[in-house]
């Protein structure tokens, strides 16, 4: 070595820094990449990402070629490092502890730091021309990669550790809702909204979005001709649902267009009704929303009666709310039912007892607990466990609201304040 110029030595100390430096930003990039980023370049044919792919997908192997030439490449410059120590100032401790802390922080910043910094931040752009460096590098150091991993697993066998392929993780519904919504820069405002709500689909039931009992557009078959004439020929709805005796007992459902149809003399008789009727669809409380849509599908149908674990009807679901629940209000209400939040002059809203609470949440920004009543009524009522008088005041959530009418069992109206303060626990306001 003492033959070897020093600026020769010098000149391949740089030399193993950069090849330290290739090392450390290859395994950075190669970890860092986004595997479904991968995944895309690979199918627009983009051939560094397919040998990319190729390399994680033997991740002991890559991680062995790598992490040898790395350690190789440090070793030898710390040689190097003491070989020219001793050259310039003899056996002198403090000169070999000085250019031990030298080597130390050249490898540090040139060959692991600055090169995994970089790699980790521009992973997609570096790895897939290092991959076909990476390559031919594993075919030629296969045999010392293969005995090395060869402890390596046994270490691992001994631990009963066994690594998960990454080829094969899955993305959780969490982790693809965090995905959509981070990328907000290249999916607009609206589709990232639709891909939202689709999420919640199966986490929201039939009961969070229908339309309850008492709100529900129905008529009596047994009303007169010239009555059922004039409820089918003002009904808001083109589909009706008719019942017999109580309004709970839903027979079927009619076309309005064809009820029309057939009418004589502004008249429609029960006998021609039932001709026409439709059986009536019955899904059970508590359904998922994605699995009714799925439902829909298969009986071919729009429209379907909730029940309860009774029998007993609680309300009606269609196909139009749960799109409506995907991408969001598009088409008009039924005049006869009046919009449901009336803004007030102090910046409060008197709403419908009825209202359900994720409608609120949704359109009102309010956070009411979702996981127990589906209505501000209901919510109010298992507060108090009573029927509260009008003027009774209290606060759930963080919101105040103030009871304005009630009717018999239900309250009727509710004026609530316009604030969004964090959730917390339901209390009575003082």
């Not at 930003?25 to 627009?44: D, F, G, H, Q």
């Not at 039931?205 to 129905?218: G, K």
């Amino acid at each position: 070595m003492e033959d070897i110029p020093l600026s020769m030595q010098f000149s391949a100390l740089g030399i193993l820094l950069l090849l330290s430096g290739f090392f450390s930003i290859a395994e950075t990039s190669m970890m860092a990449l986004n595997r479904y980023r991968l995944k895309a370049l690979v199918r627009m044919g983009n051939r560094g990402a397919r040998i990319t792919t190729e390399l994680l997908s033997q991740t002991d192997r890559l991680l062995g070629v790598i992490l040898l030439g790395n350690n190789l490449v440090n070793a030898a410059a710390a040689v190097l490092v003491s070989v020219i120590t001793v050259r310039l100032f003899g056996d002198d401790e403090i000169a070999l502890a000085l250019g031990t802390l030298a080597v130390t922080f050249l490898i540090l910043v040139f060959a692991e730091i600055t090169p995994k910094v970089v790699g980790a931040a521009y992973a997609e752009v570096i790895a897939p021309p290092i991959a076909f460096v990476l390559k031919p590098l594993l075919k030629v150091l296969y045999p010392v990669v293969w005995f090395v991993n060869l402890f390596v697993q046994t270490l691992l066998w001994i631990l009963r550790l066994k690594p998960a392929d990454a080829a094969d993780s899955k993305m959780t519904p969490e982790e693809l809702r965090t995905l959509v919504l981070e990328a907000g820069n290249y999916i607009p405002k609206k589709h990232q909204s639709i891909l939202l709500n689709l999420f919640d689909l199966e986490r929201i039931t039939v009961d969070d979005v229908m339309t309850p009992r008492s709100q529900i557009e129905a008529v009596n078959i047994d009303a007169p001709p010239a009555i059922l004439r004039e409820q089918i020929a003002t009904a808001y709805h083109r589909r009706l649902p008719l019942y017999e005796g109580q309004p709970d007992n839903i027979i079927g459902v009619v076309l309005v267009r064809k009820a029309l149809s057939i009418s004589q003399d502004d008249e429609i008789s029960a006998v021609q009704l039932r001709s026409l009727l439709r059986e009536p669809y019955f899904a059970p409380s508590g359904t998922p929303l994605f699995t009714q849509l799925q439902q829909f599908q298969e009986h071919q149908d729009r429209l379907c009666f909730i029940v309860d674990e009774y029998g007993e009807l609680m309300g009606l679901l269609t196909l139009e709310d749960i799109v409506e629940e995907l991408i969001g209000e598009f088409a008009t209400h039924s005049p006869l039912q009046p919009g449901r939040f009336h803004a007030q002059p102090d910046g409060s809203y008197l709403v419908e007892g009825g209202s359900l609470l994720r409608e609120l949440n949704r359109k009102l920004g309010y956070r009411f607990p979702l996981d127990g009543p589906k209505t501000l009524n209901g919510l109010v009522l298992e507060h108090l466990r009573e029927i509260p008088e009008p003027g009774t005041s209290l606060e759930i959530a963080g919101h105040r609201m103030n009871v304005v009418q009630t009717q018999d069992r239900i309250i009727k109206a509710i004026s609530l304040a316009r604030s969004n303060p964090p959730p917390g626990l339901a209390r009575t306001a003082p």
